[in-house]
């Protein structure tokens, strides 16, 4: 077997590394077993990288070390871990067998930026534990849109941030050249040290390598020539050691620092020469193996012990032997404090519920915290310089995580300094994007609040939600109003407003971006009105006239053949007049639930039915309300039928050469790429209903829309033509399990069948 493909059994253990032989647990999830978790590893054991192979074997020997002494609440601990060879293809390949075949509890320990990264999507998509990822990108602090993920270093950007926050302090008048990786660690922490320095200190070259790279030589006469007497070293371990030792050969002698991930005296200080690493600056938040002073004399002797007997053949100076350690001795904290709920839920509810923990090995005064909301268990560091052959820590605990620095409006307020007001100005404005909501408190709004929430990226994407009226006023404010960039519009409102030859050619003005989802009718009356049809007549409250709400209303209305006597007031704002009896029905054409509805405890009113009927279904969906939407006003178990109004993102059919055009493409690109993030909660439940292949009959999409689902969502052979998607099956068709009428799925089968039933005529 080779190691790619069999479990890797350390030198150090002869316990955890084969693969069980014990009961399976089936294709689901892994049955917690009363006896011992699963857990599985990839780690770079040879290749590039080797050197963090190191780490791997660290915990796993660490977790040996527990099993020996008696395991976890009963349970003995079992890692199966592969060689990747810090190559993302072959981490997938690996992580798909652990979680698929070998059916770990969780993975822990993964090294390297693209290959957590290669993995990331699947394992939350799967639900399992993705734990403590070793590798300091921003990616695995992301607890809304990766809530299976948590990391464990500090940050590369923060960790720049320190080196900037240390320059500008002692040697402000500096100049910086740069040597990193040319991947996402090497591209984050020069965006950390740029963001730190802040334009206060000049960067005068940078110089890039490939992992796959021989040597960097040409990169380093290339940095020696710019004249820079500040070198920054973002590289892994066998990079560094040529960096040090080459600029030693060229007798060039810069001030020099060493990213954390490569200060390891056994795997770079050793090899690359300690004479030519003497005055190495870097940073640390863990100790050096005999570092006795800074770990404490009963510290230090449990650590000897240790590596004297789980891993004999390797240096107690070795840095990566102390991560491993430290992050063994981490998920022993974890799993310890799930007791016997080894569910892979109560996993990671234990392991964002890390406080205040000062592990030994770590510098002292650097605490562990992590919550729901922060999955960066280590955000500080001291920095620390190699003399007389041995690293020294210095100065005070810094934070690279600066309160003023995570505001977008700080930094802009701060960026005065070194950019004219003007030039500034012009690049705020240059990616923002207005977009013309609702009423306080509608769905509309909500949904704007949304995307400002997911897709804001500073000057890269700004989302200005606007507050407006509804659908008729976003109409009026997409064509007429300066600045307005798209809105949220209800798809009969175009219908409506051509029918009545209320505005010449406007479907050819209009563009959709997307169908964003279904808005269902409300019809709130005293439980006398039994029927929609019974509002012949009756005063009814319609909202705004410039409101969706009042479209829908009266062209269902006029569909049906019912003429009330109208009100045009905010819903909300009529229910005194509704309890008083001086209106006799509210309608609201909302996303369910509606906030201001849930809010009714009146026993004397109800949610009338709005029947589907044939003269309604070219234009509207069947849907339900429910017990669940709305507990106060549909008794338990019951559903009220109803119908339901398509809402799209719409813009004016800008000129592709226009900077409009671009504006709405940015939009397009960010917002399609974030679908998933919003679909989950907290956002508004009605994201679940947006899928990008939909079409919209009757509307055109617009261009850079269309072109980001032919990239990144084609139409596979066979797919329909007509609806953009596989129509999903009918109701209780064999195979497939039944779709209720009021699921979104169910809603695009029948527009699916009835365009396809017009087009046949």
Not at 587 to 598: D, F, R, S, T, Y
Not at 600 to 607: A, E, P, S
Not at 622 to 633: A, G, I, T, W
């Amino acid at each position: 077997m080779t190691q790619s493909s069999a479990p890797r059994r350390s030198v150090a253990t002869a316990l955890v590394l084969v693969a069980m032989t014990g009961p399976a647990f089936g294709q689901g999830l892994p049955a917690p077993s009363a006896t011992e978790i699963r857990i599985g590893n990839t780690a770079p054991y040879t290749g590039p990288a080797s050197a963090y192979g190191i780490i791997a074997k660290g915990f796993i020997a660490y977790l040996e070390k527990t099993n020996a002494e008696g395991g976890i609440n009963g349970r003995k601990v079992n890692v199966i871990t592969y060689d990747d060879a810090y190559e993302p293809t072959k981490t997938m390949a690996m992580t798909r067998k652990l979680v698929e075949e070998d059916n770990v509890l969780l993975t822990l320990g993964t090294i390297g930026t693209n290959t957590n990264a290669a993995i990331q999507p699947y394992l939350n998509s799967k639900k399992v534990p993705h734990l403590f990822a070793l590798s300091g990108a921003a990616a695995w602090d992301q607890p809304q849109e990766f809530p299976w993920t948590i990391g464990f270093l500090p940050t590369y950007t923060a960790e720049a941030q320190i080196f900037a926050q240390y320059l500008l302090e002692n040697h402000p008048r500096s100049k910086i050249a740069v040597l990193y990786q040319d991947d996402g660690m090497g591209k984050e922490y020069l965006k950390g040290l740029k963001d730190g320095l802040g334009g206060k200190m000049p960067i005068v070259a940078e110089a890039t390598y490939k992992v796959s790279d021989t040597n960097i030589d040409a990169q380093m006469v290339k940095l020696k020539a710019s004249g820079a007497d500040v070198l920054m070293e973002f590289t892994t371990p066998k990079f560094a050691v040529m960096a040090i030792k080459r600029s030693a050969e060229l007798g060039w002698r810069p001030l020099q620092f060493a990213a954390s991930i490569s200060n390891s005296y056994t795997a770079v200080i050793q090899p690359a020469g300690p004479q030519n690493a003497e005055g190495l600056l870097s940073a640390a938040y863990r100790l050096e193996g005999e570092d006795v002073a800074s770990a404490g004399e009963a510290v230090f002797r449990d650590w000897s012990n240790f590596m004297q007997r789980y891993m004999p053949g390797i240096s107690k100076t070795n840095g990566q032997a102390v991560l491993g350690y430290l992050v063994g001795k981490l998920t022993v904290e974890v799993l310890k404090n799930c007791g016997d709920d080894l569910s892979r839920e109560n996993i990671m509810r234990q392991a964002r519920l890390l406080k205040g923990i000062q592990l030994p090995m770590m510098v002292q005064g650097i605490l562990i915290n992590t919550s729901p909301s922060d999955h960066a268990p280590i955000e500080q560091m001291r920095m620390m310089r190699f003399t007389n052959g041995q690293w020294q820590h210095f100065g005070p605990v810094r934070s690279g995580v600066d309160a003023g620095a995570v505001s977008e409006s700080f930094k802009t307020i701060f960026k005065y300094g070194t950019a004219t007001k003007r030039d500034l100005a012009n690049q705020l404005n240059a990616n923002t994007v207005s977009l013309m909501t609702g009423s306080f408190g509608s769905t509309y709004a909500q949904v704007g609040a949304d995307l400002a929430s997911v897709l804001d990226n500073g000057t890269a994407l700004r989302i200005l939600p606007v507050m407006g009226r509804g659908s008729v006023q976003a109409v009026s404010d997409i064509l007429l109003l300066r600045g307005v960039d798209a809105g949220i519009v209800r798809k009969d409102t175009l219908s409506y407003l051509d029918r009545k030859d209320f505005a010449k050619d406007i479907r050819n003005q209009f563009v959709y971006v997307a169908k964003m989802f279904n808005e269902e009718m409300h019809v709130l009356a005293p439980r006398t009105i039994k029927s929609v049809r019974d509002l012949d007549g009756k005063t009814v409250v319609v909202d705004l006239p410039d409101s969706s709400t009042f479209v829908t209303a009266i062209n269902v209305f006029e569909q049906l053949g019912i003429r009330p006597h109208l009100v045009y007031q905010e819903p909300r704002l009529a229910i005194d007049q509704l309890r008083k009896g001086e209106v006799d029905a509210i309608v609201a054409i909302e996303g369910k639930p509606v906030q201001w509805l849930n809010q009714i405890t009146d026993r004397n009113l109800h949610l009338v039915p709005v029947e589907y009927a044939k003269n309604l279904q070219e234009e509207y969906l069947p849907s339900k309300l429910s017990s669940q939407d709305y507990p106060n006003l549909v008794a338990d178990g019951a559903l009220v039928e109803t119908i339901a109004a398509e809402a799209v993102l719409a813009s004016y059919n800008w000129a592709p050469n226009s900077d409009r055009y671009r504006r709405l493409a940015l939009l397009v690109d960010t917002m399609f790429d974030k679908v998933t993030q919003l679909q989950r909660p907290p956002f508004h439940p009605k994201w679940k209903e947006m899928a990008p292949r939909a079409t919209v009959s009757g509307w055109t999409r617009f261009r850079a829309a269309q072109e980001w689902l032919d990239r990144n969502m084609p139409l596979s052979s066979g797919t329909a033509a007509v609806s953009g998607a596989v129509p999903p099956p009918p109701r209780g068709s064999v195979g497939s399990a039944a779709l209720a009428p009021q699921d979104p799925l169910y809603r695009e089968f029948l527009e699916w069948r009835a365009n396809r039933a017009k087009s046949a005529r």
